[in-house]
């Protein structure tokens, strides 16, 4: 039979671990706090899952991520949830006349723009300095007005925006679209490079194969060969004629 003072004991020691463990919880934030509860809560259960797998943990910079539009519609203003609320509540802080660009990728055609935040405006970024997120440049800028096509939400969608940029940057906007002109009239100038080639290769053919015939000729009467050559000159007279009216 269990004696009072060994019941006294285990009681006392119990209340001992429990003020501990409140202790040690009190000492905890919200979150550190949350994911003990469900620490404890898997390990007394005997799941075998982790933490990591049961829950997943969604911040606001996560719903910003998600619901976040660069031209919001009016059925996004319409929709009550907290996630749009907050996503607007951001987007109403940005300054929506001029943008910034991101060109780490604009060999390839990538440009990314966004609105511009309160500290930029404040420091003149986009405005009175280069809008490109890597330049610095603050002479020789100019405003663009960008066809900016991008996907966003499952649609392809499009807007004008402005867009401040000094003229190197300017550059890189239509990099890709120069360097597809270039390539296109190289491959016309190839083109015709080797139509000529093909003609010149005819039209020598074409000679080697009237000297034939004019040995063939050879024995022919003198007449003859007088209506030929009358013939032929008049084929180039007319020749030079038409390249006169069509230079």
Wanted: with cysteine; hydrophobic share 25%; glycine share 6%.
């Amino acid at each position: 039979m269990t004696s009072s003072g060994s019941l006294k004991s285990a009681i006392f020691e119990r209340e001992e671990r429990k003020q501990q463990y409140q202790a040690h919880i009190r000492g905890l934030n919200a979150y550190d706090r949350h994911k003990k509860f469900v620490k404890d809560y898997v390990g007394f259960y005997g799941k075998t899952r982790t933490t990591h797998d049961v829950l997943v943990v969604k911040t606001d910079q996560d719903t910003l991520r998600e619901g976040y539009r660069f031209i919001r519609s009016e059925e996004d203003d319409m929709d009550p949830s907290w996630e749009q609320r907050l996503v607007k509540r951001y987007y109403n802080k940005l300054f929506k006349e001029y943008c910034i660009a991101d060109m780490s990728q604009y060999k390839s055609g990538k440009i990314g723009l966004r609105w511009r935040t309160e500290n930029e405006v404040m420091s003149g970024k986009g405005q009175f300095i280069c809008g490109n997120k890597q330049c610095n440049e603050k002479d020789d800028l100019a405003s663009y007005e960008v066809n900016f096509s991008y996907f966003e939400a499952g649609e392809n969608k499009q807007a004008l925006v402005k867009l401040v940029a000094c003229r190197r940057c300017a550059e890189k906007l239509v990099y890709k679209r120069q360097k597809e002109k270039e390539q296109l009239e190289k491959r016309e100038k190839e083109k015709h490079k080797r139509k000529r080639e093909r003609k010149r290769s005819d039209g020598s053919t074409d000679d080697e194969s009237e000297r034939s015939n004019g040995r063939r000729k050879k024995g022919q009467k003198a007449s003859t060969s007088t209506k030929d050559d009358v013939k032929i000159d008049a084929d180039e007279n007319f020749e030079e004629f038409l390249e006169g009216m069509f230079p």
